[in-house]
């Protein structure tokens, strides 16, 4: 399977498109400069607690005060309160856990108001991101990630991916990490150490403490609630997290930002460098890729198959609901049979779906009804399948009597919600326009402007795809008539983000000529 990385990038954010097989699977969004990121270590203080809800909230900060729930606090919290107020109040404390006598753990069914006290400090990390009117969720169970393995302070256990499966492989791994971890320093090896080497392992552990390290002089000696260790941005997180030995191409249109990430990867993954490109083109880069296509069809209440079968997503407080319509192509031979067909295609869509628009919490699908029981269960195998490259944590339930399945999809971040419905840029809602048969006056009149303004100036026309059809066919075409004019060759660009009643003018540089500014 081909799987490409499509960044692009302006001053106020980045968008990361992946495209598995030319088909996007999954939008992200990064905003400059972003006040809370999933991962970061903030020193906090406790300012309320809530025995009904048995959780606090928590003041990091940040406007809103984050919510920390019991069951978030983890079994090692008495170890990390330990080292909380020992990094605060004493000058001489060291990164080390080797000296630290690790407490008892918590039991799993305590009370906030029994473990925690008001007004004291705690360490944390941001478990996710302020999604609505709430503020960020934490977690007391600190973890620095890398792409190799995890680091986990106050813990001596290593663990290791299920998907790692060889026997041999597994215990390999086991015995080398125990041999070089630190004290009290907990792993958990990813699937990307399969098959690793010790030094690559080493390098990496390393990295880790050096984190742990660069923590702790940030949490020495302060008592103000506010971030100790940050996160690496939502780019790099994803090349780390996502980066598998599939990926073929990663294109980037900012020349700093692919240098950024051949850095990165040259320190991480050297032999994924290779496949960084700098786009430079003259079209946007998502619309080279095809990205924004796909983004105009697969966002907005409705989602059309190929089939002509379509969903219908609704959102709610509590939860999202999906309702698949068979739409009018479907064989009323075998209706079973083709039931089945339409259920499997909107089974592989949604979990599309979910993965592109990050689709968080209760999910309810309605499929068509099924009367036969095999086609049940394949329809439930077919989905798990179908979901089985989702990175985020779910739950699926087998269809219940109704034909509804149930699914639980784990939310760190706020849903990637576009709206693809625009105002018209021709009418600006009006519902009228000016006659489509004076474009072409209009646009020859412009034309003859511009090349008086700027006679010794290249000029090429970005215009709707229909208008550019219509100035090149026949003999001679509309472009041929001007060249023979003007004694100049107009080079005419299809775009079809334009209306069909607008037009660009662009210089030599690939900057845009206003009539306006000419004018003035």
Not at 189 to 196: C, E, I, Y
Request: proline residues 4%; contains cysteine.
């Amino acid at each position: 399977m081909e799987k490409e990385l499509i960044i692009k990038s302006n001053n106020k954010k980045v968008d990361i498109a992946v495209l598995e097989n030319k088909k996007l699977v999954e939008l992200h969004q990064q905003e400059s400069n972003p006040k809370i990121v999933v991962g970061d270590i903030y020193l906090a203080k406790i300012k309320k607690l809530v025995p009904g809800l048995n959780a606090a909230f928590l003041d990091i900060g940040f406007s809103k005060d984050a919510f920390l729930h019991y069951s978030d606090l983890g079994p090692k919290l008495p170890s990390v309160k330990k080292f909380t107020n020992k990094s605060i109040g004493d000058k001489k404390a060291t990164w080390r856990l080797n000296e630290y006598d690790l407490r008892d753990e918590i039991i799993k069914t305590g009370r906030i108001d029994e473990v925690l006290k008001r007004r004291s400090m705690l360490l944390v990390q941001v478990l996710k991101e302020p999604i609505s009117t709430k503020g960020p969720r934490l977690t007391c169970e600190i973890t620095l990630p890398g792409r190799l393995l995890v680091l986990v302070p106050f813990s001596n256990n290593i663990s290791i991916s299920k998907k790692i499966q060889d026997t041999e492989e597994r215990n390999r791994l086991k015995i080398l990490i125990e041999s070089i971890k630190p004290k009290n320093f907990g792993v958990i090896l990813r699937t990307a150490a399969s098959g690793k080497k010790a030094a690559d392992l080493h390098e990496e552990l390393d990295s880790l403490v050096k984190k742990w390290k660069i923590m702790h002089t940030n949490l020495k000696g302060t008592r103000l609630p506010g971030k100790v260790l940050s996160e690496l941005d939502k780019t790099e997180s994803l090349l780390r997290d996502l980066m598998t030995d599939d990926f073929t191409r990663i294109a980037v249109n900012d020349k700093e930002l692919t240098g950024s990430i051949k850095t990165f990867l040259d320190q991480t993954i050297p032999e994924k460098s290779k496949i960084v490109q700098h786009y430079n083109g003259r079209n946007g880069i998502f619309d080279t890729f095809g990205v924004t296509k796909q983004i105009k069809a697969s966002f907005g209440k409705t989602s059309t198959m190929n089939s002509g079968a379509y969903l219908v997503i609704e959102h709610t407080e509590a939860m999202h609901v999906i309702d698949v319509n068979s739409g009018p192509k479907v064989s009323t031979q075998n209706q079973q049979d083709a039931v089945l067909k339409v259920n499997m295609e909107a089974a592989e869509e949604i979990a599309r779906q979910l993965r592109l628009r990050d689709i968080g919490g209760l999910i309810i699908i309605d499929f068509i009804d099924m009367r036969r029981g095999d086609h049940r269960k394949l329809l439930f195998k077919r989905m798990r399948e179908f979901m089985a490259k989702d990175h985020a944590q779910h739950t699926i339930l087998p269809l219940s009597k109704f034909g509804l399945m149930q699914i639980t999809r784990q939310r760190v971040r706020p849903e990637v919600n576009i709206k693809t419905a625009e105002v018209c840029p021709s009418c600006n809602g009006t519902g009228k326009i000016n006659p489509t048969i004076l474009t072409i006056d209009e646009l020859e009149r412009d034309l003859e402007m511009v090349l008086k303004l700027r006679s010794n100036t290249k000029v090429d026309i970005n215009i709707h795809p229909f208008l550019f059809a219509y100035l090149k066919k026949g003999f001679p075409s509309r472009q041929m008539q001007w060249f023979m004019k003007y004694k100049k060759w107009i080079k005419i660009h299809s775009d079809q983000n334009l209306p069909i009643n607008k037009y660009k003018f662009f210089d030599s540089n690939g900057d845009e000529i206003r009539l306006t500014q000419e004018v003035s």
